[in-house]
């Protein structure tokens, strides 16, 4: 059974930065869609990024473009999201996922999922 790992969560103040990592313990995975969500309190999970197998594509949310980049590297198996210039309004639980398909903005679509990480970000 393969679960995707979170790390990287935290308090930072606006303005500031963090980088989140995700790699699954198991087993690796290969030629798969990378992809992150949040869900903040009240508030249905939504798409926030996503990174094709090769790495060649990545997709965002319009609310974190220019803001977050979402590297992977498949020698270690391990996809990341970089998150800049932070905002209160991103304030949420983030969840790494990972997909055979290309479906990368809707989360039915994930075959795999980690339990979330916690990012706060205060004013």
């Known amino acids: 059974q393969v679960q995707l790992v979170e790390s990287g969560g935290g308090l930072v103040q606006a303005g500031g930065s963090l980088r989140l990592s995700c790699a699954p313990s198991?087993?690796?995975?290969?030629?798969?869609?990378w992809g992150w969500f949040r869900q903040a309190p009240g508030k249905e999970r939504e798409f926030v990024a996503a990174?094709?197998?090769?790495?060649?594509?990545?997709y965002y949310a319009e609310s974190v473009k220019g803001r977050f980049t979402i590297p992977r590297d498949n020698t270690k198996n391990t996809v990341y999201l970089q998150m800049n210039s932070l905002k209160p309004e991103d304030t949420a639980v983030y969840y790494c996922?990972?997909?055979?398909?290309?479906?990368?903005?809707?989360?039915?679509?994930?075959?795999?999922w980690g339990q979330g990480t916690q990012v706060t970000v205060s004013s």
């Open positions: 996922a990972a997909q055979y398909g290309n479906n990368w903005s809707r989360a039915g679509e994930y075959d795999y």
């Open positions: 198991g087993r690796a995975l290969s030629r798969i869609t």
């Open positions: 990174v094709t197998w090769s790495g060649g594509t990545s």
